[in-house]
């Protein structure tokens, strides 16, 4: 059984290498072919981008390989014999530390790599100190959050016969709570100030009210502080929503497209797909907890480890993204559908050019090369390719 599970993960990051150096090749051929929608030297610039990425995406493959091999031949082995103490919840948050712990640190390096490629293309401005202030406060906020989050799922394995149902109900609940307080996280690393353009806040606030949309407020958030790209988003849920503008967004837009990019958003919300995608996410819970709450003993035999809270939970966090990899391609076809429409409906509320005029802007900021193939946009993009996108509107017009 061990032997089977390691070579499903060893099959699924060798098909993941395969796709990060198919994509690259077809990088390298479109980029042959000339510049499209961006100007010669962003294309080629995004194009450069696109392959380093590709090319950081199979080192971080190649790491996930090494941790699965090393946690189950041997590693969560010598971790229990030296920290575990049958009943004690504790212990059991201890081996997690130890887990997590050293994850952390072996894939730290390729984080810092990430985050100096990042400044290399100009994305990346903020200073080394502040990247580890910002780690520093991720570490604390997990082991405070997280703690208190493995604490609770570790009572249910440890306790409830059928303990996958209610810890999949205790995880879906702990979801919608952190969606909900969100902002409050949010304000941990950036400062949110009320949007100050009394114009562009009436504006908004008009196109909010066409489809009924109240929020808490319009903020704007100084991402500038570390980062370059574009953004705005919609945070929390219920009566704790808020606008969010990147004041990047606001220095690259005019107002128009902004509004454009906001109707869009707004288009999620009159589709309901907030709502939508919280249910697609309990059903990838659902089957992540109902394939790890049926493992079978034998396998906890090999592994020479107790059955325990803490194991079932390393053994879920080690092959959750290979599951998630396996149902990402149908979510996404989702997701893709929800995405014209929020188009369709932001080109209503304002303007399909300010829309297009604002994804060009979007896609020539962020680097994003705008060519994808289609087994690639299949499984991995959540969003339609921007290419798609400009045709569907250049067809609505």
């Given at each position: 059984m061990l032997g089977i599970l390691i070579g499903l993960y060893g099959f699924y990051v060798f098909i993941k290498i395969l796709l990060e150096i198919k994509e690259v090749f077809f990088v390298k051929k479109e980029f042959e072919k000339g510049a499209?929608?961006?100007n010669p030297k962003d294309f080629e610039i995004s194009a450069v981008y696109s392959v380093t990425?590709?090319?950081?995406?199979?080192?971080?493959?190649l790491i996930s390989l090494f941790?699965?091999?090393?946690?189950?031949?041997?590693?969560?082995?010598?971790?229990?014999?030296?920290?575990?103490?049958?009943?004690?919840?504790?212990?059991?948050?201890?081996?997690?530390?130890?887990?997590?712990?050293?994850?952390?640190?072996?894939?730290?390096p390729i984080n810092i790599w990430e985050k100096h490629i990042d400044k290399k293309f100009g994305f990346n401005?903020?200073?080394?100190?502040?990247?580890?202030?910002?780690?520093?406060?991720?570490?604390?906020?997990?082991?405070?959050?997280?703690?208190?989050?493995?604490?609770?799922?570790?009572?249910?394995?440890?306790?409830?016969k059928n303990w996958w149902i209610w810890g999949f109900l205790f995880t879906f609940a702990v979801m919608i709570l952190i969606n909900v307080l969100y902002p409050i996280f949010a304000a941990?690393?950036?400062?949110?100030?009320?949007?100050?353009?009394?114009?562009?806040?009436?504006?908004?606030?008009?196109?909010?009210?066409?489809?009924?949309?109240?929020?808490?407020?319009?903020?704007?958030m100084n991402a500038s502080k570390r980062d370059t790209r574009l953004n705005a988003y919609f945070a929390g849920l219920g009566k704790n929503k808020r606008v969010v503008l990147f004041d990047t967004l606001l220095k690259k837009l005019n107002k128009k497209e902004i509004l454009a990019v906001l109707g869009h958003e707004l288009g999620h919300f009159k589709h309901k797909d907030i709502l939508k995608n919280i249910a697609v996410v309990g059903i990838m819970l659902?089957?992540?907890?109902?394939?790890?709450?049926?493992l079978p003993g034998s396998l906890f035999k090999e592994l020479m480890i107790p059955k325990t809270g803490a194991n079932i939970i390393i053994l879920a966090l080690l092959f959750s993204d290979l599951i998630f990899f396996i149902l990402q391609p149908f979510v996404n076809l989702i997701s893709r559908h929800n995405e014209f429409a929020a188009d369709e409906t932001g080109a209503k509320l304002v303007d399909k050019k300010a829309l297009a005029s604002a994804l060009k802007k979007l896609?020539?900021?962020?680097?994003?090369?705008?060519?994808?193939?289609?087994?690639?946009?299949?499984?991995?993009?959540?969003?339609?390719?921007?290419?798609?996108?400009?045709?569907?509107?250049?067809?609505?017009?």
């Open positions: 499209v929608l961006l990425k590709h090319t950081m995406n199979i080192f971080n493959a941790l699965v091999v090393f946690w189950l031949s041997g590693g969560l082995f010598i971790v229990n014999f030296l920290i575990y103490k049958p009943d004690s919840l504790i212990s059991e948050l201890e081996i997690l530390a130890i887990f997590f712990g050293v994850n952390y640190i072996l894939t730290l401005v903020a200073s080394w100190k502040l990247f580890f202030i910002d780690e520093i406060k991720k570490i604390v906020l997990f082991i405070v959050l997280g703690g208190a989050f493995f604490a609770g799922l570790i009572y249910f394995i440890d306790n409830f941990l690393f950036n400062k949110f100030e009320p949007l100050k353009d009394e114009e562009l806040k009436n504006d908004i606030e008009n196109l909010m009210s066409k489809v009924g949309f109240k929020s808490s407020g319009i903020f704007v659902f089957v992540l907890f109902f394939i790890f709450g049926n896609v020539s900021e962020n680097k994003h090369f705008p060519k994808v193939s289609e087994i690639y946009s299949f499984i991995y993009y959540s969003h339609p390719p921007i290419l798609e996108r400009l045709e569907k509107l250049k067809n609505k017009e």
